[in-house]
């Protein structure tokens, strides 16, 4: 089993995978942050499931970008359960999180999330799905100068742009709504497959990003 976490933004997350399909997931909003109620929902999700941590094959978590601590929070909560349980843990970006339940369609898709001062961190993938430049933070005009094609924009930074983005490229932009638990549940399908091919991070150098 996989236990996900992420902490990226206000919507916390935390599910669990065996090998076949997600057996569990549990999203919420957090007014204040994720200190004090993250280890309480990974104990509800391990009870649904019948295990506790030592029963776990390894821990995924989302690295960001986001609020640093939030993923604090979330990224130290992983490193502590993978020490405990002594399994493998490893790291998501959490735009690859934001664009994975689109990445199949064909189209380019752009994942945002919010980074304040009026900006997004942005990820661009192409029509196969695999990313087509860095990432990086930048405010809506300048991505839109760099995006003529047909363009899936998902990710909760899409609710700051979605006028914008509308105006800017009419009928060749579709802007799906943001669903916060879609990213935990990508993360727990993400790190069940980098587990099941041995691409573990290190408890040492992972920082949030």
């Not at 380019?108 to 029509?127: K, Y």
């Not at 196969?128 to 809506?140: A, F, K, L, P, S």
Request: with cysteine; net charge negative; aromatic share 4%.
């Amino acid at each position: 089993m996989v236990l996900a976490l992420d902490t990226s933004t206000r919507y916390a997350g935390v599910a669990m995978a065996d090998e076949e399909r997600v057996m569990g997931s549990h999203t919420w909003h957090s007014t204040y942050n994720h200190r004090t109620e993250l280890m309480p929902a990974v104990g509800q999700i391990l009870g649904h499931v019948g295990l506790t941590a030592s029963d776990l094959s390894g821990v995924a978590v989302a690295l960001g970008p986001g609020g640093f601590s939030a993923l604090r929070v979330g990224i130290s909560a992983a490193k502590g359960l993978a020490l405990v349980s002594k399994n493998p843990i490893v790291g998501v970006s959490s735009l690859d999180l934001e664009a994975f339940p689109y990445l199949e369609s064909g189209s380019q898709v752009c994942a945002l999330i919010e980074a304040g001062r009026e900006e997004c961190a942005t990820a661009l993938f192409g029509q196969d799905g695999t990313r087509i430049r860095e990432d990086r933070v930048c405010g809506v005009a300048e991505l839109l100068t760099e995006i003529t094609d047909p363009t899936i924009f998902c990710g909760e930074g899409v609710t700051a742009w979605r006028t914008e983005i509308t105006a800017g490229m009419g009928s060749n932009a579709l802007i799906v709504e943001p669903v916060p638990s879609n990213r935990v549940w990508a993360l727990a399908v993400i790190g069940r497959r980098k587990l099941a091919a041995g691409e573990t991070g290190d408890l040492t150098t992972m920082q949030p990003e």
